[in-house]
């Protein structure tokens, strides 16, 4: 598999065309329903742009990286094609794409945001397909981008998509109240770097339970006590109590 | 000021230790309840160690790295002094310390554990004391051991404490609910490492608030929807449920 056509245009399809690009592989076309968005990205690289789905060009692969609502309908349009159809979601399953084609999966899983740069060779990704044929091309085809890849049928798939939530989404947002707090009390959010720096690189040496400190580990209710009077939001006020009350429970 | 006693044996006395013997402050004792805890670090740096507070020698400086319930007994407990005495807690006022003495606070703002290595020299310390001159000894002092030094009195100390629960306990609380997820499903958590680290270094370059993907911030309801389904534990469920609903507020 050599060819490609990327059918979507936001932070996944962007991501995805460069490290193809990259790897030597050559991205024929990009597909999306708004055309500018398209062109936008592929003027970037030289590739031409379509939202038109009779104009979509042979592939050897076709590499859906759209909304998860949107894969049905796209690998639909997909005109007839010997080449492979692929979606990159990490919560839909394979049979999102229509039977009757090769079809499969490959789901990076990062965090991607447009114009945030990222080594891709480290990259896990999850790769799935109907036949043991096309599972070993995906995985040759992504080898080539990362050595970090990995059979995963859907439903583990669903799993794991759902703990990178929690390690990512959710984590950010705990960075993001973090932020909140200090712009409210005038306090450097600069300061909270080293720790949150800290917070990701002590799993290279320990599990998530041994890393735990703090009052909420300690089961330290007066300094639970003295952060909850001074959080105003009822909503935040809720997490803090049900996030501490978890914490005590783990380390008791 | 050159001679330091330690009152503590725990995480956070056993950094501080050795970031002032690295920064050649002498370290003339530690005193800890426990014996054997200030014998155990002692012995580490050939520091005498006791449990007795008559025995307490003179220096120019007590740090008091003890739970923060202790602090106020302890300072009671060391005999008549010229020397400062200060606690390390980013939860108590200055004046947990009795008056009368010449009192202040080192709070370092960082995770501490036990036997995991960290640079000391750009973590964050946050400084307080009585006087203009203290805190001008204070400040020279710690600036040998990093060169982010910062006054900030009690009351915002416990703000940014707060804040740092947010972006350090918490998130290592997701860390291990992902952890979890991935035990009970049999998926590798070594395959989270890199988001998680990712999640941490977007912070270089852009906002939490930029840095946030998934479906939360998508409203994508049919994935939320999926992943609460596979979540079992009630406590788990309402804290997925809560702060996606945060999240997607924060981007509507």
């Known amino acids: 598999m050599q060819t490609v056509v990327v059918l979507g245009a936001g932070n996944v399809a962007s991501h995805l065309i460069k490290a193809l690009i990259q790897n030597t592989y050559q991205v024929k076309q990009i597909y999306n329903r708004t055309l500018s968005k398209a062109e936008e990205l592929g003027e970037l690289y030289g590739i031409s742009a379509t939202n038109t789905a009779s104009e979509i060009e042979k592939a050897d692969l076709y590499l859906i990286a759209s909304s998860d609502q949107a894969i049905a309908e796209i690998a639909e349009k997909i005109p007839e094609t010997d080449g492979m159809i692929v979606h990159t979601s990490g919560a839909m399953p394979l049979t999102e794409i229509k039977s009757g084609v090769r079809r499969g999966v490959i789901y990076p899983l990062q965090t991607l945001s447009k114009g945030k740069n990222i080594a891709?060779?480290?990259m896990p990704f999850?790769?799935?397909a109907e036949t043991a044929e096309d599972e070993a091309l995906l995985h040759t085809f992504v080898r080539k981008i990362s050595h970090k890849v990995d059979i995963l049928d859907s439903e583990k798939r669903l799993k794991i998509?759902?703990?990178a939530v929690w390690v990512n989404n959710f984590s950010n947002l705990m960075f993001q109240v973090g932020e909140k707090f200090c712009i409210e009390n005038e306090?450097?959010?600069?300061s909270l770097k080293p720790l949150i720096k800290e917070t990701a690189a002590k799993l290279e040496e320990m599990s998530p339970y041994e890393a735990q400190t703090g009052p909420a580990k300690r089961a330290d209710q007066e300094t639970i006590k003295k952060h909850l009077k001074i959080i105003k939001d009822p909503d935040l006020k809720k997490v803090y109590e049900l996030l501490s009350q978890l914490i005590t429970k783990?380390?008791?």
Not at 187 to 190: I, Q, R, V, W
């Open 187 to 190: 306090l450097p959010f600069e």
């Open 126 to 128: 999850f790769i799935e």
């Open 161 to 163: 998509h759902m703990a």
């Open 120 to 122: 891709y060779d480290d």
């Open 250 to 252: 783990i380390h008791a």
